[in-house]
């Protein structure tokens, strides 16, 4: 059964710094790996989706990394600001089944500080 | 940007009552999902639809479960006698296609049972 692992829980950084945000996934028969950021109360904004054929995916400040043969991926944020601030799920969607659900992470909730 | 719509924003319930959980997917997509997450706990996947039917649907997914797409923009969620442990957010979800292109979430709809 698939499993994803994202680990800090938490992490708090002073502005500017750049940081790495770690996803892990126990099954790497995979069909790609999405990326959310989810605001308090909110719901979930998609940030990027890397295809299981992808390295890497970029948007902005964003860089994500997939390594399927060892179920890790990284999102990257750069210069980081304090609107930053969320928690930030992978999800990964498996073969099989006729659509193919998300499966998530816990979340790692980052906090960004002035 | 097009954006998943849900209502209401926060819902109340007794016990046992039933209640019906509204989303508006994306007018051109054609894929939709439902999502839950318990205070602290992982989104996690209830069913997905397509073409009128459902296409998957997660042991979560029981008898007092039933989706519905009644008209050409509405999907719902029908939980027919709520329980205290179905107190959580709810997501509807939808994507342009099955596997391939993200799924795109909408701010959900907080469920508290009493």
């Known amino acids: 059964k698939q499993e994803v692992t994202q680990i800090p829980a938490a992490l708090s950084v002073p502005e500017g710094e750049n940081l790495v945000l770690n996803c892990s996934f126990t099954?790497?028969?995979?069909?790609?790996l999405q990326w959310f950021r989810q605001d308090p109360g909110k719901g979930l904004t998609s940030l990027l989706l890397?295809?299981?054929?992808?390295r890497e995916q970029t948007s902005g400040r964003l860089n994500a990394s997939l390594d399927k043969s060892s179920g890790r991926s990284t999102l990257y944020i750069a210069a980081s600001q304090p609107g930053d601030s969320a928690t930030y799920l992978c999800a990964v969607r498996e073969y099989g089944g006729s659509q193919g659900n998300l499966i998530f992470g816990k979340g790692t909730k980052l906090s960004v500080k002035p | 940007e097009p954006e998943v719509t849900q209502t209401p924003s926060h819902q109340v319930t007794q016990m046992g009552q039933e209640v019906i959980l509204r989303c508006v997917p994306i007018?051109?997509?054609?894929?939709f999902y439902w999502y839950r997450q318990i205070l602290g706990q992982k989104v996690e996947f209830l069913v997905s639809f397509y073409n009128n039917e459902i296409s998957e649907k997660s042991e979560i997914f029981d008898d007092q479960f039933s989706v519905e797409r009644p008209d050409g923009s509405n999907f719902t969620l029908k939980i027919r006698s709520t329980k205290l442990e179905d107190s959580a957010m709810y997501f509807c979800?939808?994507?342009?296609?099955?596997?391939?292109?993200?799924?795109?979430f909408g701010d959900g709809t907080r469920l508290s049972i009493l």
């Open positions: 979800a939808s994507s342009d296609e099955g596997s391939g292109q993200p799924q795109h």
């Open positions: 007018s051109n997509h054609l894929y």
């Open positions: 890397i295809q299981s054929s992808q």
């Open positions: 099954d790497s028969a995979i069909y790609n």
